[in-house]
T-cell receptor, first 113, second 114 residues
């Protein structure tokens, strides 16, 4: 599975848009990019998954450039409740249910009033 | 629909003891994965169970073992506990036939080894 690099921490204010970028220079052709969110003392929660270009759901958007060596998770108009650790993962979804998630240290996002 | 449930919530054990943690997957899910999360770090994959068999294993010693029951629930057993085994143990469930990285995590069991 490709190794990922993301900022250790970020700070933002309520109402702002937050963009967290993840580098995955060794991403393979079959690899998908997935983001998880984790609040203190809780298990991680799936946010979004994509392969290329842009994916949007009710929570976030995921931007993936053509070379796929990086990706950006965009959180629109964050609130205090978005304070959490965000993990970027890269792996081969074509292996179906053989989904072994490899987490890095993640990005600690702190949203301030 | 209940999500992934884990028991107990917290546990305190002494070095050398054995512990069993339990997990019930989300309804409709047939695959259970276990992760260990030390304080301040991301979760680390321990192993995954499907059809009552260990399908994949991470870099954990044989002291860590598991089981999956016919109803898809699972247990994680750790023998000869070490201080370094203190961590949050997370269970995640998914459906094998889905080609997705979306796994549903439980709230975890906080294990403290003294």
């Amino acid at each position: 599975l490709a190794k990922t690099t993301q900022p250790i921490s970020m700070d933002s204010y309520e109402g702002q848009e937050v963009n967290i970028t993840c580098s995955h220079n060794n991403i393979a052709t079959n690899d998908y990019i997935t983001w998880y969110q984790q609040f203190p003392s809780q298990g991680p929660r799936f946010i979004i998954q994509g392969y290329k270009t842009k994916v949007t759901n009710e929570v976030a958007s995921l931007f993936i450039p053509a070379d796929r060596k990086s990706s950006t998770l965009s959180l629109p108009r964050v609130s205090l409740s978005d304070t959490a650790v965000y993990y970027c993962l890269v792996g081969d979804s074509l292996s179906g249910g053989y989904n072994k998630l490899i987490f890095g240290a993640g990005t600690r996002l702190a949203v301030h009033p | 629909d209940a999500g992934v449930t884990q028991s107990p919530t917290h546990l305190i054990k002494t070095r050398g003891q054995q512990v069993t943690l339990r997990c019930s997957p989300k309804s409709g899910h047939d695959t259970v994965s276990w992760y260990q999360q030390a304080l301040g770090q991301g979760p680390q994959f321990i192993f995954q169970y499907y059809e009552e068999e260990e399908r994949q294993r991470g870099n954990f010693p044989d002291r860590f073992s598991g089981h999956q029951f016919p109803n898809y629930s699972s247990e994680l057993n750790v023998n000869a506990l070490l201080l370094g085994d203190s961590a949050l143990y997370l269970c995640a469930s998914s459906r094998t036939l889905e080609s997705s990285y979306e796994q549903y995590f439980g709230p975890g069991t906080r294990l403290t080894v003294t």
